[in-house]
């Protein structure tokens, strides 16, 4: 697909989530903070799993942002754990459904077990044509771009580029999500309104939708109702609709 093709309007394909709240369904249970994000997984697999039937070509998971290093040791201790378990564990199952598996953000500071899985793991689904899972993990939209600007500067500095040519697709093309589409459908569950570094670049033109639901409580069908609200929804990109010209 050309990422930088003219948006097919109301045409919802690519939806990113952050999958917000599994802290707080932990501690309206009394329990661990983990254990909200063990049951959290069990929801990725459902998700995942009804894309295809609801029309999804690309879904975009935000994980483990740049700003979550910041939380206790345990706690992005067992996320990890959590992470090189969910690989294990999904592998054979994805590469059967036919998802390909991809990952974003700076790896550079995750462990090398989990860096060896996951360079695994997207080589194993390498063949997958049904769904594009992107997994954003130790992702964050600011240094996404920093890093892109980053390897174009190099490019100008090495007399590969000249600087009259960094224009937007240029940039597109830097970024960890290329060759991918721009998401058309961003969804935050737990009643939080904000990006938290999610996508800000490719989320420029997408749909927002916000829920109270924790992630773990979030079923297919809410994931259903909220597309089809979504989809009804006129997109414009800037520009007004023929309809309301007049002539
Ligand atoms: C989202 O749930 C998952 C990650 C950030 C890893 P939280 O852990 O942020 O849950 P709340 O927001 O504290 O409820
Ligand atoms: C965003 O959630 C990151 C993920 C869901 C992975 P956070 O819980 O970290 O965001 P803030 O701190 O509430 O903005
Ligand atoms: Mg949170």
Redesign the pocket.
Known sequence: MNRHAAPDEGGIRHVAI??????????QRGLP?LR??HA?VERVRQIVEACPGLGIRTLTL????TE?WR?SAE?VGG?MALFRRYIRSEAARLKDEGVRLRFIGDHGRLDSRLRQLMGWMEEETASGTVLDLVVALSYGGRDEIVRASRRMAEAVAAGRIAPAQIDAALLADMLDTAPLPDPDLVIRT?G?CRLSNFLLWQAAYAELAFTDT??PDFTVNEFAEILAKVRCRERRFGAVPARLVRS
């Open positions: 952050i999958m917000d709240g599994n802290g707080r369904w932990a501690e903070r909200g994000h959290g935000y994980a483990f942002s979550n939380r706690e996320l737990s939080e924790l992630w």
